[in-house]
């Protein structure tokens, strides 16, 4: 109990007496964690691939968003640049600026600063700070002494060979070898456990190639699973026929799996028996509680006999997830992986390929970007013909919102393989978009306008963030 009683008290004193100088260390460091931003180097077009950067393009990679532009171009309005000027014009960017970016970017072309104070400027790591040394602090006199206490007295010397120590000394020195003790037991604790890491990492990325491999076996297998399962995509159908034929909800996605089938819907609605809603705007039918029509009967008037279902991929539960192109509003922009991109891209030309051979394709030539195989099937043209006859020039409601999107009937495909400049973007908007010519356009790359956004990543994985849905695409 006695050792149990100064053991408490050494450390309560330790507390104590070091607690300030940890506490003001603690600040330091945050004050300087504080100080570090996430910034971005303006490129040259020539180490751009021949493209100018934009904020559009800085934001889809460091973002995943172009449409953020915006948020970067308000952080940097008016911030003084090395070379003297400053951003005021968002289509005004100069090779060598550094532009701060939001807290959340992430990519190989975020770069680390530190904020060199002043004007707010960012200083990149590893520039050296024109600030001198301690300024700001004030200087030690020399010959000075701390004020003592009233009515303190220092510790004599009793004897020559006698060396008389203050409690408070003896205390200090206790506490220090127990910190110092407890200290390196933690120090050793988180190096043995860095190396188990380390290794665990090792051993991983030994492993990547057989991952990798065993994964691109998965997605080839899709492919093929796809192509010759025509059940699912019936019964796809007849669950979008069951939910269009009644009140004429809009049926954006379908999944089907072993045990029921999901759609994403466009309404806030009950879901009508025997669906269940799972909320997002999200409905669910038990496999067995409905059996597909052989000849599904869609609504009427401007809605297609059929809406033209694609297959994209097998969602986390292992469902094959059927996308309607006619709800994309025209222009589908595939970012991140370009392979993955391309895949998706070839994947729902297959598609179209088997379901709807006599739509026509394009193939707009943009700079860069993966080359995309148009399947043999397709009818392929040359020439951009103008609007097909009876296609009307509707206005897109405003919004991003999955109930924002219009239907955009399949008359036509555009593929464009990267991202498309200025002028191509004007001729895919003078065709795909609001009021254009009633094409849908499907784009290896960030296409700016496009309702539809989904993002590729290198494990074969897409991300559909308006379904708030991840599928595996096949290879």
Known sequence: MRRTAVVVLLAVWSALYLGGAALAAAGSDAADAADVVKVYVVRTAEQNGGTPDSLALIAARTLGDGNRAGEIFDLNRGRAQADGTALTNPGDLRPGWILRLPEDATGPDVQLAQESGGDGAAQQDGAAS????????????????????????????????????????????????????????????????????????????????????????????????????????????????????????????????????????????????????????????????????????????????????????????????????????????????????????????????????????????????????????????????????????TAREAGTLRAAARLHPLEALLVASGTPTAQEAADLLALCGPGGAGWTALVCGDAQGAHWRWRAAPDGSVEIPLLRLTVTVPA
């Open 130 to 393: 024109t600030a001198p040394d301690g300024a700001g602090t004030q200087p030690f006199v020399q010959g000075s002494q701390p004020p003592t206490q009233q009515g303190s007295q220092a510790p004599t010397q009793q004897a020559s060979n006698t060396i008389v120590l203050p409690l408070g000394a003896v205390l200090a020195g206790l506490g220090a070898f127990l910190l110092a003790l407890l200290t390196a037991a933690i120090v050793a604790r988180q190096q043995v456990r860095r190396l188990f890491a380390a290794m665990a990492r090792a051993i991983r990325r030994l492993g990547d190639p057989v991952r990798r491999a065993r994964r691109l076996r998965f997605r080839t297998a899709l492919a093929a699973a796809f192509a010759g399962d025509g059940e699912s995509l019936r019964t796809a159908h007849g669950a979008v026929a069951e939910l269009t034929g009644r009140k004429g909800h809009a049926v954006h996605a379908v999944s089907v799996d072993d045990a029921g089938v999901t759609a994403w819907v466009a309404t806030a609605d009950a879901p009508p028996a025997p669906w269940q809603d799972l909320g997002e705007a999200r409905w669910r039918r038990p496999a067995g509680a409905f059996a597909p029509p052989a000849q599904p009967a869609y609504g009427t008037g401007s809605q297609p006999p059929s809406p033209p279902l694609v297959a994209v991929g097998v969602d986390e539960q292992g469902g094959k997830v059927f996308v309607d192109l006619s709800r994309l509003d025209g222009v589908l922009s595939v970012t991140g992986d370009p392979g993955v991109a391309r895949d998706v891209v070839q994947g729902l030309l297959a598609e179209v390929a088997r379901s709807k051979p006599a739509v026509p394709v394009a193939v707009l030539q943009t700079t860069g970007g993966p080359a995309v195989a148009l399947p043999g099937a397709m009818r392929r043209i040359e020439r951009l013909d103008p609007r097909p006859a009876g296609a009307p020039a």
